[in-house]
């Protein structure tokens, strides 16, 4: 009954503490500094990270939200036994609500408090199952899937060139999973990639998604270098080969 007792005064005096640090530096509540990063993977966790600094002492994080009081990081990530950072479940995270970090350890006044609206830091994965296709019309048409609940709110970024034109040729669609290549010619070798982010209907983000593995059309064309290493390669094993049987003949006669 004591330890119940006690555990609940220390919350208290830890939530009292955290809050007079919200009054102490709510000027900076804005500065937004570069000391804590924080990114939400694809809507499923977050990771807030932070470079540590061989003279600062190991940092702890504090989070809270405008409508649920502070709490210290669950699960810490660490390197070389240095807290860098901090993991946050799904249900961890509220999006549409200022959601605040207090950083205890940091060198820099200025980065202790930092706030963040969640729906803005998502990071998505990559699209995935893409799929690229020939139509009658002479072109190619590429697809890949995402969730359909989620297609409103998703923008992406096509980019391709082929094997006579080095520089990749972009293209920005909006809420939709295919796109088409006109005037295809079939004598080239086509490469695509696709990423995707958050749109700005549904918030205010700039993270993009990695690029996708590579799809490709056509016939891949053999590189002057490549012939010259075949040919090479060749030349080497028939001298062996010529070699090893002159040898055995020799071997043979004596």
């Known amino acids: 009954m004591a330890g119940n007792c006690f555990l609940r005064v220390s919350t208290w005096l830890k939530q009292i503490y955290l809050s007079w640090l919200i009054l102490l530096y709510s000027r900076e509540i804005h500065a937004q500094s570069n000391d804590v990063s924080c990114i939400v993977h694809n809507e499923e966790f977050m990771e807030c990270r932070w470079d540590h600094i061989d003279e600062e002492a190991n940092s702890t994080l504090f989070y809270w939200y405008t409508s649920r009081p502070p709490m210290e990081c669950r699960n810490y990530l660490q390197e070389n036994g240095y807290n860098v950072g901090c993991y946050f479940s799904k249900d961890e995270i509220i999006e549409f609500e200022n959601f605040f970090i207090y950083r205890n350890g940091s060198s820099d006044p200025g980065s202790l408090i930092k706030t ?65 290549l006109s005037s295809v010619n079939p004598k080239k070798f086509y490469t695509f990639q696709v990423r995707s982010k958050i749109n700005q209907y549904c918030a205010n983000t700039k993270l993009w998604s990695e690029w996708s593995p590579a799809i ?27 070699l090893i049987i002159a040898l055995s003949l020799l071997k043979f006669k004596r």
């Not at 072109?139 to 080095?166: G, V």
């Not at 059309?217 to 060749?234: A, C, M, R, S, T």
């Open 116 to 180: 963040f609206q969640l729906q803005n830091q998502v990071k998505l994965y990559p699209p995935a199952n893409m799929v690229l296709n020939m139509t009658e019309n002479n072109e190619l048409l590429l697809s890949w899937e995402t969730p359909a609940k989620l297609l409103k709110c998703r923008m992406y970024e096509i980019r391709h060139r082929n094997n006579k034109n080095k520089d990749w040729q972009v293209q920005v669609i909006t809420a939709q999973t295919k796109y088409v």
């Open 216 to 242: 490709q059309w056509g016939k891949d064309p053999v590189q002057p270098g490549k012939i010259h290493e075949n040919y090479y390669l060749f030349a080497f094993l028939l001298a062996l080969g010529l």
